[in-house]
């Protein structure tokens, strides 16, 4: 009987190792020496799938912890995303975060990033390492997935939910909003998108990008209605426009604070956008009764959502609707 054992047992790891030698194996290894005491770890990989879109996007999140006794300077760090150490991968979207430049000794931080391509059924995606001509498949670790067929579909109110699955909640509130006019400029803020991970891990997520749009008036083309430079909001309430040609115009915006990267096992996070219309004013007295629009995208996902704000929105409507439209002004983090 033993020797019935001994001989299966022997047939399995004949198999493994004509398994390996036709195949080729690998160690599954999320970790990369960056130097002797500086080291590079995978710490978490999402695929993006949009099947309307016919697309597919990665993104991952980096720990580089310095084990040294000299400051790791980040520029140094040099990688691609590849396919299997393909150069050209064609990808349509990409960006990286990096928060710092240099690391001191003892300390970590994480690089969050994201690529998207066309889908063509790519089979190994991940880290190419130039300088040493390495490469580490981000199926070194479990990829978690996600799909645009969890976007949720179009809603009415305030606060709503725009994607939500196993591992993540996306939703946004601007039940709060509030407008406000300094040095010139119209300034949103409040308008919160909320971020939720469901899961015991840390994790990178796919965060949504708000663009707004000001139908109102410039303050250089009514340069002695006010000092744009010291009036608040209630001056600009109380302009009159009595016989006046009204030039109202859709003025592009700049976001800030809405660009999160990651988050802790089963954190809850909101970022509090604030949108920054410069030179420009709403017009009380006439013109749109909901002058602001907030068109929230993730491309990865596929969320296309736009929402209206009213010129007083502690007495506004709520209006949700889906669009699909061209953004000419980028939205700044």
């Known amino acids: 009987m033993y020797g019935d054992y001994m001989k299966k047992l022997m047939k399995l790891i004949l198999a493994a190792a004509i398994g390996c030698t036709l195949f080729g194996c690998s160690k599954k290894d999320p970790t990369y020496a960056l130097s002797d005491d500086v080291t590079l770890t995978l710490e978490d990989v999402l695929k993006v799938s949009n099947e309307d879109q016919n697309t597919v996007y990665y993104y991952y999140l980096i720990g580089i912890e310095n084990n040294s006794k000299e400051d790791y300077d980040v520029e140094n760090l040099m990688y691609e995303i590849t396919d299997d ?4 991968i064609n990808a349509i979207d990409q960006n990286k975060t990096i928060p710092m430049t240099n690391i001191q000794p003892e300390q970590s931080v994480y690089i969050a990033g994201y690529v998207g391509f066309p889908n063509n059924n790519q089979k190994n995606i991940g880290l190419y390492f130039p300088d040493k001509d390495e490469f580490m498949s981000f199926n070194n670790i479990n990829v978690r997935e996600a799909s645009n067929k969890n976007v949720t579909s179009k809603q009415v109110g305030m606060k709503q939910s725009l994607y939500e699955d196993d591992d993540i909640y996306i939703g946004y509130d601007y039940s709060q909003v509030s407008i406000e006019f300094t040095g010139g400029n119209t300034i949103v803020s409040n308008f919160l998108l909320t971020y939720t991970n469901k899961t015991d891990e840390r994790i990178v997520i796919p965060y949504v990008t708000p663009y707004g749009t000001l139908n109102g008036l410039l303050t250089t083309d009514y340069p002695s209605k006010c000092d744009y430079s010291t009036a608040d909001i209630n001056t600009i309430k109380s302009l009159t426009f009595d016989g006046e040609e009204l030039l109202l115009k859709d003025i592009s915006g700049t976001s800030g604070g809405y660009a999160l990267l990651y988050l802790d096992a089963n954190q809850e996070l909101s970022c509090n956008v604030m949108m920054t219309f410069n030179n420009s004013f709403i017009c009380y007295p006439g013109g749109n009764d ?22 007083n929105p502690e007495m506004g409507e709520a209006v949700t609707q889906d669009i699909k439209s061209e953004t000419t002004e980028e939205a700044s983090e």
């Open 290 to 311: 909901d002058p602001i629009t907030v068109q929230m995208i993730c491309a990865a996902l596929g969320i296309d959502r736009s929402v209206t704000i009213s010129k």
């Open 85 to 88: 150490k393909e150069e050209n």
